[in-house]
């Protein structure tokens, strides 16, 4: 019942964009803070972009100016990710603070 779904993953040439999106079932997004996470291979799972409920959004440093995190409504919270490059890709998760995670969804970006 209460439920995370990522969407939007793919392969994208370097430079490309990518929209992601989280939609949430059985509770209202904006009650929490909701965050992304990406895992590579090999590689620990890390903090990507973070919302608040009252709006207030943090970034890693390697994706300042390139992704956005947005509330589209009570049940999707989206992730932007404009100018693409090889390193961003992972598989990225979409995460209720601090307790309910997404199954994630694939970011390939290659030539």
């Known amino acids: 019942q209460v439920q995370l779904v990522e969407s939007g993953g793919g392969l994208v040439q370097p430079g490309g964009s990518l929209r992601l999106s989280c939609t949430a079932s059985?509770?209202?997004?904006?009650?929490?803070?909701m965050s992304w996470y990406r895992q590579a291979p090999g590689k620990e799972r890390e903090l990507v972009a973070s919302i608040s409920g009252g709006g207030i959004t943090n970034y890693a440093n390697s994706v300042k100016g390139r992704f956005t995190i947005s509330r589209i409504n009570a049940k999707m919270v989206s992730l932007q990710m404009n100018s693409l490059q090889p390193e961003d890709t992972a598989v990225y998760y979409c995460?209720?603070?601090?307790?309910?995670w997404g199954q994630g969804t694939q970011v390939t970006v290659s030539s």
């Open positions: 059985g509770f209202t997004l904006s009650s929490y803070s």
């Open positions: 995460r209720r603070n601090v307790d309910l």
